[in-house]
């Protein structure tokens, strides 16, 4: 015990020879008594306990300058200013005691892994959660803001990385009943325990208890304010890296937990499948308005290929879930090397997830609504975040997307019901009569109802209204197309250059804050001193920005505001980055109303079947055959990493003339009150419409692959 916690072999020989102990204890009374009465849980608790506490308060989320993604080094990011208190997640030292933590955490579940004995497993887990969960780790997210400096970031980012890092059913029952604020259920002692190492528990527990009690700190409990009511809360934060990292936790937990999820941060509801499903003729017609959506954002690319290496991705992305496992596979073999290692065993822990749907009206689900509607003034970070949240909510086997995704049955409306009875006979007597009303209700089943918008989730609406919003810049940007291909090509040269970084978002805090130990130089530079990928990606623009722009000469502005007093809010914040002065870039700004696009000039209905899209994206047919899960990236998942751009509002005419802006005037309720003006270069806006458009191919395979897969298209 007293060499458990050191580098090198020593270390290694000091946990190894304790696993054998902790072992051994199942052939041994003697020995687990002995276990359960001496002081290594506490030991190890406290130890944990002390790691954690050294690590930092006070967070800022920031990438190494020498492997900023392109996805940053292509738009407007800045890194982050740390100081002595805020430490940047870049910095080597607070990478060695992140890394020094999560280690001894794993041998915790190492320890519990190779622990035979139910009495020393309920000693140490006892321990885990009254010293370290109820006196550290809860009370740190208790005491946590976002306007300090960052003690939300911190602890949010911990909690995220420590549900990632642990896959033991009872740590992770224990941390999220607890933080979650689950019914407890009362625990019986195992029949065939020992009575002699059953009493020594019970006075261990007694002398924790008494510990504890005598301790000057005050009381938590999350029966008052838990998990939820936190991440609630940080959602609607004006800190965007707060709410950054509150959607990476979500996303963590939707993907690795998600049966904690649906009771707790979810308002869920049960369903009757058969009642819900929606039919073949409506699953065409979404399908093809998020393609359409997509193909609306123009480009040059081959898109239908991309949608097709989408399509495997997503394939897998639904395979790989853990609630999808006993769907996709029913006769799961007992040594299948997907299933837990130990099943839970403490009581309270949630059952299997049954079927069930989401609340159009989750108050969760609604916050990241109100994040999208904001999307091309967001960071980047933000919207890959989002996005990424989103997928990991629906790709669960056991959820329903009718009502909050996709359109609900019930909302189904077509144009008069038609007479197809001189197609078939209506004779019941025919011989064939019960095949003719078959093929009449198959018939049915493929009609595409009419697209109401008072019919659409809240989902659909918002991008939609996105979609209007690319119209817009493309209608007041010039050399917009030119522009927004120029930016696609980049990334495409970036990725060619650097063919090993990892852009997913699930990675996001992951990559802020690095697996890897290999941290020379990583600390944060000033944003004056570009890194050599930053320099990279203004010679790449350079050289894409290199044509004549005849038509739009440098220094025109529009001073064009909109009337509107829309009740929308910002989700950003006004981002200005220099572009170099190689490039000629379009008109520094334009008036956008982002509350309500028609009153910016732009007035659109889109509908499935129209001819608006510039590229055709052809959905595959819901009977693809599924072939092998080992996709290849596609291009949002070279982009998709974690980024965070700090965000600065321009103050005069003078600064405005280093980069391309967009001026954002947000409506405010009373009307006396000046609007809100917000500003974002042209640059920023690229990237996210990059990003908008490969979330509508994602979006679209999702849907598509579970219909397939999940049978939950009515044909007839």
């Known amino acids: 015990m007293d060499y458990i916690h050191h580098e090198g072999k020593i270390g290694d020989f000091a946990r190894t020879g304790l696993l054998y102990i902790i072992e051994a204890a199942s052939s041994s009374v003697a020995l687990e008594q002995w276990i359960v009465e001496s002081d290594l849980s506490t030991l190890m608790a406290t130890g944990l306990g002390a790691l954690y506490s050294q690590l930092s308060r006070k967070l800022v989320i920031d990438h190494p300058p020498e492997n900023l993604p392109p996805v940053l080094a292509l738009s407007d990011y800045q890194h982050p200013t740390s100081t002595f208190e805020i430490v940047s997640s870049c910095s080597p030292d607070f990478q060695l005691h992140l890394e020094t933590f999560l280690s001894h955490l794993l041998f915790w579940q190492d320890v519990l892994n190779h622990c035979r004995s139910v009495e020393v497993k309920s000693t140490l887990l006892e321990h885990f959660q009254v010293i370290f969960l109820q006196q550290l780790l809860y009370p740190s997210l208790l005491e946590s803001s976002d306007v300090d400096g960052g003690s939300s970031v911190a602890v949010l980012t ?13 740590m992770i029952n224990l941390i999220l009943h607890y933080l979650l604020a689950l019914p407890d259920a009362k625990s019986a002692a195992p029949p065939d325990a020992e009575p002699s190492v059953s009493a020594a528990r019970k006075r261990k527990s007694m002398d924790l208890a008494t510990m504890m009690a005598t301790k000057v700190e005050p009381s938590y409990t999350p029966l008052l304010f838990n998990l939820v009511d936190l991440i609630q809360s940080c959602l609607k934060s004006r800190n965007q890296q707060t709410v950054c990292v509150t959607l990476q936790l979500l996303a963590a937990i939707l993907k690795r937990h998600h049966r904690y999820a649906t009771t707790t941060l979810l308002h869920t509801e049960g369903i009757d499948t058969n009642s819900s499903r929606r039919t073949v003729g409506a699953h065409e ?15 040059q690319d081959n898109f239908n290929e991309i949608y097709e290496n989408i399509l495997k991705d997503s394939m897998s992305r639904v395979e790989g879930h853990p609630c999808s496992l006993k769907l996709v596979t029913p006769n799961l073999p007992t040594n299948n090397p997907n299933l837990p290692i130990i099943p839970d065993s403490l009581p309270g822990a949630p059952g299997d997830v049954l079927p069930h749907t989401l609340s159009a009206e989750d108050p969760l689900w609604n916050s990241i609504l109100d994040i999208l509607d904001s999307f091309f003034i967001n960071p ?3 919207n890959l975040s989002a996005t ?3 997928l990991d909510l629906a790709v669960c086997g056991y959820i329903s997307v009718e009502g909050w995704l996709m359109r609900h049955p019930r909302r189904y ?3 008069g019901d038609t007479d197809e009875s001189t197609s078939f006979p209506l004779d019941p007597e025919y011989p064939l009569f019960d095949d003719t009303e ?5 018939e049915k089943c493929r009609r595409w109802p009419v697209w109401q918008s008072s019919a659409l989730p809240r989902i659909l609406t918002v991008l939609e209204a996105l979609a209007d919003q690319v119209d817009y810049f493309r209608g007041s940007v010039p050399r917009f197309e030119e522009l927004l291909q120029q930016r696609r090509e980049a990334f495409q040269t970036a990725d060619t250059v650097i063919p090993n970084q990892n852009f997913r978002p699930t990675s996001t805090t992951g990559a802020s804050i690095p ?15 570009p890194s050599a990928l930053e320099g990279f990606a203004q010679r790449i623009l350079s050289e894409f920005g290199s044509p004549s722009r005849s038509g739009s000469p440098r220094g025109r502005k529009e001073t064009i505001r909109s009337s509107s007093t829309g009740s929308g809010t910002s989700g950003g914040q006004g981002v200005t980055s220099p572009t170099p002065k190689s490039i000629q870039p379009p008109p520094k700004e334009f008036p956008l109303n982002y509350d309500n696009p028609s009153k910016s000039g732009l007035a659109r209905s889109l509908s499935p079947g129209s001819q608006h899209s510039a590229q055709k994206i052809e959905p595959i047919p819901l009977d693809f055959e599924r072939k092998s899960a080992n996709a290849t990236a596609d291009v949002e998942e070279e982009q998709e990493d974690e980024n965070e751009g700090k965000a600065d ?16 005037s947000i409506a405010p309720t009373p009307p006396e009150t000046p609007p809100e003006v917000k500003t974002v270069s042209v640059s920023h806006i690229l990237t996210n419409v990059i990003i908008y458009q490969q979330f509508l191919l994602e979006l679209a395979s999702l849907v598509q692959v579970r219909a397939g897969l999940f049978n939950e298209v009515r044909f007839a």
């Open 413 to 415: 409306s077509y144009d």
């Open 285 to 299: 017609q979404e399908v093809e308005f998020l393609t359409t959506l997509a193909g609306s954002v123009g480009g």
């Open 649 to 664: 509002t321009t103050e005069d005419q003078d600064s405005k003339d280093e980069g391309d802006v967009v001026d954002q």
């Open 515 to 529: 697996d890897q130990t290999s941290q020379d130089g990583s600390r944060a530079a000033s944003p004056q001193r």
């Open 388 to 390: 990424e949240t989103i």
């Open 438 to 442: 078959k093929l009449k209700e198959i």
């Open 158 to 170: 911990y909690l995220r990385r420590i549900l990632e890092a642990l896959d033991h059913p009872d």
């Open 380 to 382: 980047v970070e933000m």
